[in-house]
């Protein structure tokens, strides 16, 4: 049994990253093709494992953040269309046009810094997030006119991004669309070939006038909620489980503790499991006394502060529970949905937040 198990494992499942993405690609109108997001490590689930098992499941784009996510996904052996979402430096620049990906500009002094390089570019109107893009459409008029003007350069296509769809029943959304709208259909007057995208997952779930002809879907390719309640409601199967192992099993007598800080102090006789896994793994130490591991198909509370190495958990007083037992934190029904609520944060920093330290295991159906 020790063999089987590791400190701090996270195991994906890459069959669930496919039916996920066969899901969402069934659900797009009008012809929409789905793009999976595998930026920042496939949202700490392996960016390359998890293009390639998208692209399986019918993703026919991948998109990420970075100049050098899009050559990693190169380097692995992964080929078709790749977006790279991101702003970009000079030798940024030329990182993605090696990794032939498409590049997003929003303003005509990038576009003269991409000039004479073979790339495809994507203009970013900025509808209401606030962050990347312009908001003048004029300013994205001309910048589609000074793409059309560079040596080597395409227009590949017109982007926007959404603040406010994962939260259902706004209007902002909505908002956000009739501001895109009547520029993507101008570029694609012109650029009959240029792709229009603007949902994320929660649009994509939310509302098929977001479709046009690309949706870019992140979180839910993983099997996470954009909602951030149940995945089982959007019929989404999570990929990922967090998994160690009970290390040591004693028994604490009222008053004595376990961790730093004294954080947890015994009322009575109980029993303790140490878990080797923490902070450094991504066990957020807000958790503290502020979660459940599943050990032998029960829950168990994580009694005591979460340290970097080491979580303790009360297995009460009496109890089966032995040293190499297998310790679930995510998984077995414990959601990255609940810790998040618990922590006050989204689903997306809940498996972003798992550190290099955790070791990522692939399989298909069954651990």
């Excluded at 991409?114 to 203009?123: D, K, M, Y």
């Excluded at 603040?163 to 209007?171: F, I, K, L, S, Y």
């Excluded at 792709?195 to 977001?210: E, F, G, K, M």
Aim: glycine share 10%.
């Amino acid at each position: 049994m020790a063999a089987e198990l590791g400190r701090a494992i996270a195991h994906v499942n890459l069959a669930a990253v496919e039916r996920n993405c066969t899901r969402l690609a069934r659900a797009l109108s009008g012809g929409a093709e789905l793009c999976a997001v595998v930026k920042a490590d496939g949202y700490g689930h392996g960016a390359a494992p998890c293009a390639a098992a998208a692209r399986q499941g019918g993703a026919t784009w991948l998109a990420v953040a970075t100049a050098g996510e899009a050559a990693a996904l190169r380097a692995a052996g992964i080929d078709g269309r790749v977006l790279v979402m991101g702003a970009l430096t000079g030798p940024e620049i030329d990182v993605a046009a090696e990794a032939e990906a498409d590049v997003v500009t929003w303003s005509e002094r990038f576009v003269a810094a991409l000039a004479g390089r073979p790339l495809r570019v994507h203009v970013k109107l900025d509808s209401g997030m606030g962050r990347l893009g312009t908001r003048d459409v004029d300013v994205a008029r001309r910048v589609v006119a000074a793409i059309d003007a560079a040596p080597g350069l395409t227009v590949a296509g017109a982007m926007t991004h959404f603040a406010t769809a994962d939260e259902v029943g706004d209007a902002f959304l909505g908002e956000q669309l009739a501001t895109f709208a009547p520029f993507a259909a101008e570029v694609k007057q012109t650029h009959p070939d240029a792709v229009i995208h603007a949902a994320n997952s929660a649009a994509t779930l939310r509302d098929p006038a977001t479709h046009f002809d690309l949706v870019r879907c992140g979180v839910a390719i993983y099997g996470l909620d954009p909602f951030q309640r149940d995945p089982a409601e959007q019929d989404l199967e999570p990929a990922l489980d967090l998994r160690s192992y009970v290390a040591a099993v004693k028994p604490i007598a009222p008053g004595q503790s376990a961790g730093y800080g004294r954080r947890f102090v015994a009322d009575h006789l109980t029993t303790l499991a140490t878990i080797p896994i923490g902070y450094g793994d991504g066990v957020r130490r807000a958790l503290t006394n502020n979660a459940d591991v599943v050990v032998r198909g029960r829950r168990h509370p994580l009694v005591g502060t979460v340290s970097m190495d080491n979580i303790t958990v009360d297995l009460g007083l009496e109890t089966d529970v032995r040293c190499y037992d297998e310790a679930v934190l995510l998984g077995d029904g414990v959601l990255a949905e609940e810790w998040a609520r618990r922590l006050d944060t989204i689903n997306y920093e809940i498996t972003c937040a798992l550190t290099p330290r955790v070791e990522r295991r692939y399989h298909r159906d069954g651990v």
